[in-house]
């Protein structure tokens, strides 16, 4: 079965570093999003992404954070001067239509900034 | 704003009992939802979904639910759980065709043997 793939799936990161998170989506999907989690708590949304644009963000995504389709398979979230309240599971997911199909979640990279 | 609201943060109950876990959503006309479940350590995977039609659904691994209207509710139900159960189950609700979904708090299925 297809998958969504993230990479790395630990990272430790010094506060004020960039970082930048790696997401492979299923080949045919055509919508993709950036959820995080940090410990102990609910799942938040980020952003969304289709036809190579942001459709929506949420307050969280503010200026530090940006994401990129550089290529035809890659999806990137960039953090770029990381803090300690960044900590957390980031969790990638596509998908081919989301009402039809829901989304598939890749298995998270897990941030920790020191 | 929609929102979606799950009542226990902790369920517990023993191998081989019946499950329900509560979801219920704020919102005027009718959402989509879904349930997830995500096991210690891994991403979320898709339970179930609805959209429009039959109000019980069909999930995986033996889970359902079913969307009652009137109580803005889309509670998860399993006659017999297993072990394995025990991970997080986190019920979602997404408006239009192509917008984003948004998650409940989770609740936390702990079984005992």
């Known amino acids: 079965e297809p998958e969504v793939t993230q990479t790395p799936s630990h990272q430790v990161t010094q506060m004020g570093q960039e970082v930048i998170l790696r997401c492979v989506p299923i080949?045919?999907?055509?919508?993709f999003y950036w959820y995080r989690q940090i410990l102990g708590q609910k799942v938040e949304f980020l952003v969304s992404?289709?036809?190579?644009?942001?459709?929506?963000k949420s307050e969280i995504f503010d200026d530090q954070f940006s994401v990129e389709r550089p290529d035809g398979s890659n999806f990137t979230l960039k953090i770029r001067s990381t803090k300690l309240e960044d900590s957390a599971m980031y969790f990638c997911?596509?998908?081919?239509?989301?009402?039809?199909?829901?989304?598939?979640f890749g298995s998270g990279t897990r941030l920790t900034v020191v | 704003a929609q929102s979606v609201t799950q009542p226990d943060i902790h369920i517990t109950v023993s191998e081989g009992a019946s499950l329900e876990l509560r979801c219920n959503y704020s919102?005027?006309?009718?959402?989509?939802l879904f349930w997830y479940v995500q096991s210690p350590g891994q991403g979320l995977q898709l339970l179930l979904k609805?959209?429009?039609?039959?109000?019980l659904v069909q999930g995986i691994k033996g889970f359902e639910a079913e969307f009652k209207r009137s109580q803005s509710s889309f509670n998860l139900r399993k006659p017999s759980v297993h072990w394995s159960d025990a991970a997080e189950y986190f019920c979602?609700?997404?408006?239009?065709?192509?917008?984003?979904?948004?998650f409940g708090k989770g609740t936390r299925l702990h079984i005992l043997p």
């Open positions: 997911a596509s998908s081919e239509h989301p009402v039809t199909y829901g989304y598939t």
């Open positions: 080949s045919n999907h055509l919508y």
């Open positions: 992404f289709y036809n190579n644009e942001i459709s929506e």
């Open positions: 919102y005027g006309a009718t959402p989509y």
């Open positions: 609805y959209f429009s039609g039959d109000t």
């Open positions: 979602a609700v997404g408006l239009d065709r192509d917008d984003k979904i948004i």
